[in-house]
């Protein structure tokens, strides 16, 4: 899944970590799930550099490790910013040592590993109501958001492509309309004859087949919308196959 690249954009989330699996999750969790503009990035050193003279994240999320690998740093230059961007620590190592360091650095909030989505997201949004700004990140508590960014990530959907995609799968097999996407990843109504999700869903579908074969399938209901399925009992034979 693609990263957004454009450090003029607005309600930017920065994350910093060598480790590729957290980046991925956390770029589907701000760039899909709460619609941030979000950059990942695997070195400190040159994200200090990046935040030197770009404008000022709302978010830095800083991977820390029992050696500093400059994420001390990254941090202190994070929090000394102003306004001052929410710093969260993700320790790799869940030492107590680690979570002293990263606070006494600046960081706001220390979220140990493994995590699921859906802790981080809410403690960031505990973080974002004590700002009075919990109001923008409003979203279910019952979505598998792990599974989704898994998905999107082995297909390697584009971020645009896996805000569809998450609408397709939280409707369990049921048709999805374009008005419907529309209200739910645009916030408007859709214009009759735009076909931008009929591309979106065409470059799904080539993905999903080519990662996952028949195990997971989007069709296309004539004048209806789109459906997404997932064969249970092709993935336990391809499992069993693999076995």
Not at 25 to 43: A, H, I, W
Request: net charge neutral.
């Amino acid at each position: 899944m693609s990263s957004k690249q454009d450090y003029s954009l607005q309600n930017l989330a920065l994350v910093v970590d060598s480790d590729a699996s957290v980046r991925m999750s956390l770029d589907y969790l701000f760039g899909v799930v709460c619609r941030r503009n979000v950059q990942t990035m695997p070195d400190c050193v040159e994200a200090v550099r990046v935040l030197a003279c770009g404008p000022v994240p709302e978010i830095v999320v800083v991977g820390c490790f029992g050696t500093n690998n400059g994420h001390l740093e990254m941090i202190r230059a994070a929090a000394a910013m102003t306004p001052k961007p929410l710093v969260i620590a993700v320790d790799h190592e869940g030492t107590p040592e680690n979570g002293v360091s990263a606070f006494l650095a600046g960081a706001d909030e220390v979220v140990r590993l493994p995590f699921s989505l859906m802790e981080f997201a809410l403690r960031l949004r505990g973080r974002m109501e004590a700002v009075g700004k919990v109001s923008e990140f409003d979203f279910g508590t019952d979505d598998d958001w792990d599974a989704e960014a898994h998905v999107a990530h082995r297909a390697g959907l584009t971020s645009a492509e896996a805000q569809v995609l998450r609408v397709l799968i939280r409707r369990d097999g049921k048709i999805v309309s374009r008005e419907e996407l529309s209200r739910a990843i645009d916030n408007r109504p859709w214009d009759y004859g735009d076909r931008k999700f009929d591309v979106h869903v065409g470059n799904i579908r080539k993905k999903l087949k080519m990662t996952f074969d028949a195990r997971i399938s989007v069709r296309t209901i004539r004048s209806a919308g789109y459906r997404l399925t997932m064969n249970e009992t092709e993935s336990r034979a391809s499992k069993n196959n693999q076995e």
